[in-house]
């Protein structure tokens, strides 16, 4: 639903929980939506079907037909030159400004939803349409529905893919600068404005003085501050240091004596270079 609303809470809880009767809510919303953009849009020149009855949930509209008289292709369905893509583009635009200036998104705006007729294309498919003014999603769903567009045209046009006309046509929405004949020129760039923290807080508190001197003049007890003023928490004291872990005492090995070698005397074994030497030891004893 993206953000629709309808005033009864009951109904819109029924359709945020989309059980049985909330589905048929929902149903029924697309069906009255479709039905008031339909009207809403031709009132204002919009190249849309013509509605001719609503009955029991079903409307009846024109039937679009292209130069053969059978049902007119859509959009998805044609191969173009890259000539007609801009051309048709430029349409598209225009027909997309003329349904932001009279109040409605479309919200689901492709070249699946896009006939084209003799008299050139014709937008259908408007469940979904949405209020701009009423609607947090709505810029959103403009900007999707123009790229759509300029995606899909720009396989024979490629330089639309790198225009923003979307954002631009939003960003003059805002500021109540964008009619039906607008020149849009696909190019945008966020204007960044930074925030005077400190005019700002010295305005407050100028009012505020205001307002108690006012109620001083009347004889009214002061106002209750309207918010409780946050103590800051002290800060948290240091961490102790960690500790260093105790080193561990290493235990010395002794050396074992070599096989053969006496007990007493020294403790390394005596070397004979050659057998006599070792006959003059032994005579010596």
């Not at 949405?130 to 999603?137: F, L, M, S, T």
């Not at 045209?153 to 979307?166: M, N």
Request: with cysteine; glycine share 6%; aromatic share 6%.
């Amino acid at each position: 639903t993206e953000g629709r609303k309808v005033r009864s809470s009951r109904t819109q809880r029924a359709m945020g929980r989309k059980s049985r009767f909330g589905k048929e809510q929902i149903e029924a919303a697309w069906r009255n939506a479709e039905v008031d953009a339909i009207h809403r849009l031709r009132d204002a020149d919009v190249r849309v079907p013509e509605p001719y009855a609503f009955v029991d949930g079903v409307l009846l509209m024109e039937l679009v037909t292209g130069d053969d008289g059978e049902p007119a292709p859509r959009l998805a369905d044609v191969d173009l030159h890259p000539d007609d893509a801009r051309d048709l583009f430029d349409i598209m635009l225009e027909e997309v400004t003329k349904m932001l200036c009279a109040g409605l998104v479309h919200g689901d705006l492709s070249d699946f939803n896009v006939l084209l007729g003799p008299h050139g294309p014709v937008i259908i498919d408007f469940p979904q349409a949405v209020d701009p003014a009423h609607n947090r999603n709505a810029r959103k769903l403009l900007v999707r529905d123009v790229r759509n567009l300029s995606h899909f045209l720009g396989r024979w046009a490629p330089q639309l893919k790198r225009t923003r006309y979307g954002e631009e046509m939003w960003a003059l929405y805002e500021g109540s600068e964008l009619r039906p004949d607008t020149r849009l020129t696909g190019r945008f760039q966020r204007k960044e404005v930074r925030t005077n923290v400190l005019s700002l807080l010295e305005e407050i508190e100028a009012m505020e003085a205001e307002s108690r001197k006012r109620r001083e003049d009347l004889g009214l007890a002061p106002r209750r501050p309207a918010r409780t003023p946050v103590q800051p928490r002290p800060a948290a004291p240091a961490p102790p240091p960690p500790e260093e872990p105790a080193k561990k005492k290493r235990r010395r090995r002794r050396k074992k004596k070599p096989e053969g070698a006496e007990a007493a005397g020294s403790s390394e074994p005596i070397d004979f270079d050659t057998s006599d030497d070792l006959d003059a030891f032994l005579s010596e004893d």
